[in-house]
């Protein structure tokens, strides 16, 4: 199996693993096991869906996140890399605060929530935090919910429903967000594995990718504590122009990191920082 499929070799195990029930691992300790009609029907469909552009994560209906599975769907976005390199960087921040400015509880707004893989690591990560994740999408929500479940962290974590700030009632300590924001331009380019087939609402941000970041940076001032933390995952296309942003809007300490794979995506503003 080819026909445009990055790593064929990778996905055909899961795929076959799949189809049959076992873990990948089962197919090398036991490759001469015999498959069933019914189990040769599923792959085919598994390896039609592939082809046609299918990410193998919704065929899975799960994908890896800083070591941990999440449930997935077509409703969600499919944790990436560079979002585990946010959510690093709000871990690193949290870390290197002196004792006394500590908050207890840590309050943590997850706009965007989407599959909830920002929220629950958090929540995970900082056991005093409590993490209000956010989204738009029902569907997404319904996914998250899920996730929190599945991780054992319904006492840390809530879901809301509804546009970017709009359904926080009170301030927070950080916010964090992977916003949409592929330009019209850039998403046309986009291949037909995330074009075709994850949620164009969590992805397109407007003509140059930041119409949702600009709507959430000047909202944030009024729902962040004193010194609280925006963090954002954005386009190295465009990174440096929403660290600007950031800091025509008020905000102190801007910063903008690397994530794993060297691009500059991750935006750091301090409310009233310095």
């Not at 979002?83 to 690193?92: C, D, F, G, N, Y």
């Amino acid at each position: 199996m080819d026909k445009g499929v990055d790593a064929p070799k990778v996905v055909a195990r899961h795929l076959v693993a799949q189809s049959i029930g076992c873990d990948v691992m089962d197919l090398f300790t036991d490759p001469d096991r015999p498959t069933t009609d019914p189990e040769r029907t599923v792959l085919r469909a598994l390896v039609a869906r592939t082809t046609a552009g299918e990410p193998l994560q919704q065929l899975l209906g799960r994908s890896g996140f800083m070591l941990r599975d999440f449930q997935v769907s077509a409703d969600v976005l499919v944790p990436r890399d560079a979002t585990e390199s946010l959510v690093r960087a709000v871990l690193t921040w949290v870390r290197g605060l002196d004792a006394p400015d500590r908050p207890d509880p840590l309050t943590i707004a997850d706009i965007g929530t989407g599959s909830g893989c920002i929220a629950v690591t958090l929540a995970l990560e900082l056991p005093d935090a409590q993490v209000l994740a956010v989204d738009c999408s029902e569907p997404a929500l319904t996914i998250a919910a899920t996730n929190i479940e599945l991780h054992g962290v319904s006492e840390h974590v809530t879901t809301a429903h509804g546009d970017l700030l709009e359904p926080l009632t009170e301030d927070m300590h950080i916010i964090v967000s992977n916003p949409p924001y592929i330009s019209d331009d850039r998403f046309d380019a986009l291949s037909r594995t995330v074009k075709d087939h994850e949620p164009a609402l969590a992805l397109r941000g407007g003509p140059d990718g930041l119409d949702v970041v600009r709507r959430l940076v000047a909202a944030a001032p009024e729902r962040l504590h004193p010194c609280g933390l925006l963090a954002m995952e954005v386009d190295d296309w465009h990174v440096q122009t929403a660290a600007h942003v950031c800091s025509e809007a008020g905000f102190g300490n801007v910063r903008v990191l690397r994530d794993a794979w060297g691009d500059e995506r991750i935006v750091l503003a301090q409310c009233g920082g310095v």
